[in-house]
């Protein structure tokens, strides 16, 4: 995880994230997009911001260190309520479960270790949405491109 972190401090400047008071924070975007707050979508807010990546398992134990009462099921009914009003991107790559995270809006791409599993943000390599351009659309008007790159961590590399 030290990757991770030292990963996340490195390559987001002038990204999009949402490093303010996170209650106060949670509330406002609720509010702003038309859902009402409750003690479990602003605690799940909260843990998707604490722990980018996170799969539900992890997401449901964060919640629970907020609002110890919390429910499996109110945890999965708020990141689907929060995922559909974009306030949470959903991320499943091949093999994975699902994984939750609150850098939105802004066409990253992710970077996945074979080995453990860890996920990392990737800027988008031109920088503005699409950054890659298909050599046919078929009449669609492409908005975002999806990359997943895959490799080995540093941590990972050193131990094998």
Avoid at 13 to 22: E, F, H, N
Avoid at 27 to 54: C, K, S, W
Wanted: proline fraction near 4%; charge should be negative; glycine fraction near 4%.
């Amino acid at each position: 995880m030290v990757f991770l972190d030292s990963f996340r401090k490195g390559c987001h400047t002038g990204a999009v994230t949402m490093d303010i008071d996170p209650a106060a924070d949670a509330a406002e975007r609720l509010r702003r997009v038309g859902l009402r707050v409750t003690r479990p979508r602003v605690a799940v807010l909260n843990a998707v911001q604490t722990h980018p990546h996170a799969d539900t398992d992890t997401l449901i134990a964060a919640a629970r260190a907020e609002v110890p009462e919390v429910s499996h099921q109110a945890v999965y009914d708020s990141l689907n309520a929060l995922t559909e009003a974009r306030l949470l991107r959903r991320i499943q790559p091949r093999g994975s479960v699902a994984r939750y995270e609150s850098r939105i809006d802004d066409n990253h791409h992710h970077v996945v270790c074979r080995s453990c599993g860890a996920i990392a943000d990737v800027d988008c390599a031109v920088g503005e949405a699409p950054c890659l351009t298909a050599s046919d659309d078929h009449g669609f008007v492409i908005e975002t491109v999806e990359v997943i790159y895959w490799g080995v961590c540093p941590d990972c590399a050193r131990a094998s």
